[in-house]
């Protein structure tokens, strides 16, 4: 199946700087990613869609200038959590669908990064 | 919105026994889908279900999408250490690219 990497997998920094995640599509090219946070034993919670050459959009309560996404290409999609705060500590996973061959709605997950903010 | 609802959050099951985990939506779904998380890992998808009254089986496993396309579940047989992990039914959002996710049934077992 599809292949998503998302790198890195933990980071651990200091209060009021930023941190970037790379999320990039190895075998498909991918228009469309979304990013989705994830709490210690709770679901995932949509933060973003990540639109190639466009913006994204976010889910309501998701704050577009904590959070910048940026889709450059058909393969990367970056996230950075800018000013980070203890608050901001997650798992964060990105994800893509491959719809090459056709429509296909099933998403392919990154591997996640660990953030914590001390 | 469109909103997907999991039961039970937790299930502790002796091995070799069954389960079953249950997923509800408020609206009408296309599709819906199955995803495991094992403990430390990445959502994997399991499967997907299109039609009404579909069922379809992975060895163990079976799914099953309702007559109304609002509810799914997923019944494991014989449950075994390696089906440990959190299961996560998922349907399309208002915009059908954005699934929106259920809160996942945590599995255990105890041998």
């Known amino acids: 199946g599809a292949v998503v990497s998302q790198h890195p997998s933990w980071v651990i920094c200091k209060s009021g700087t930023s941190v970037k995640i790379e999320c990039r599509s190895l075998?498909?090219?991918?228009?469309?990613m979304f990013w989705y946070r994830q709490f210690p034993k709770q679901s995932l919670m949509l933060m973003a869609t990540?639109?190639?050459?466009?913006?994204?959009?976010?889910e309501q309560g998701v704050e577009k200038d904590k959070f910048l996404i940026n889709h450059a290409s058909l393969t990367l999609s970056t996230l950075t959590v800018t000013s980070a705060h203890p608050e901001d500590s997650s798992f964060y996973i990105c994800?893509?669908?491959?719809?090459?061959?056709?429509?296909?709605?099933?998403?392919?997950f990154g591997s996640g990064t660990q953030l914590s903010v001390l | 919105g469109q909103q997907v609802m999991q039961i039970p959050q937790y299930q502790h099951v002796q091995e070799g026994e069954d389960f079953t985990t249950y997923c509800n939506s408020s609206?009408?779904?296309?599709?819906i889908q199955w995803y495991k998380q094992r403990p430390g890992g990445h959502p994997v998808f399991l499967i997907q279900?299109?039609?009404?009254?579909e069922v379809k089986k992975q060895k163990r496993l079976t799914f099953q999408f309702g007559e109304a396309k609002k509810n799914s579940s997923l019944h494991i047989t014989a449950t075994q250490t390696t089906d440990v992990g959190t299961y996560f039914c998922?349907?399309?959002?208002?915009?059908?690219?954005?699934?929106?996710f259920g809160a996942g049934t945590t599995v255990t077992v105890r041998a």
């Open positions: 994800s893509a669908r491959d719809v090459t061959g056709g429509l296909s709605e099933k998403l392919f």
């Open positions: 075998d498909f090219q991918a228009t469309t």
């Open positions: 990540s639109n190639e050459g466009s913006k994204a959009t976010y």
């Open positions: 609206t009408t779904l296309s599709n």
């Open positions: 279900l299109v039609k009404s009254g």
């Open positions: 998922a349907g399309p959002g208002s915009n059908d690219y954005k699934l929106s």
